[in-house]
């Protein structure tokens, strides 16, 4: 069974960065499509980023040029660099991969 835990959330200041991570146990982070979802609340959980095992990747517009998904297969990981924050991108982030979701990582990130 694949299991997926987060981390690197955090509270930032708006233009600061954090790195999110996920690390893929009972699976190779490499084989199958994985995402990073969040859900801000009151709200509905939206894509953010997605990666292909081809390496493809493709990304929600309101972050585009400011996240890049990417993964380190030998430490089966999957990364989500965060640049510049605004406070709309408050929201708890989950990594996904077909029916398995992690437990979340709180972004809050303060005006």
């Known amino acids: 069974q694949v299991r997926l835990v987060e981390s690197g959330g955090g509270l930032v200041q708006a233009g600061g960065s954090l790195r999110l991570s996920c690390t893929v146990s009972g699976g190779i982070v490499g084989s199958d499509t994985m995402a990073w979802y969040r859900q801000a609340p009151g709200q509905q959980r939206e894509m953010v980023a997605l990666i292909t095992p081809g390496g493809s990747t493709n990304y929600l517009d309101s972050v585009k040029g400011r996240f890049t998904i990417s993964r380190d297969n030998a430490k089966n990981t999957m990364y989500l660099q965060m640049n510049n924050l605004k406070p709309v991108d408050t929201a708890v982030y989950y990594c996904?991969?077909?029916?398995?979701w992690g437990q979340g990582t709180q972004v809050t990130v303060s005006s």
């Open positions: 996904q991969r077909r029916i398995y």
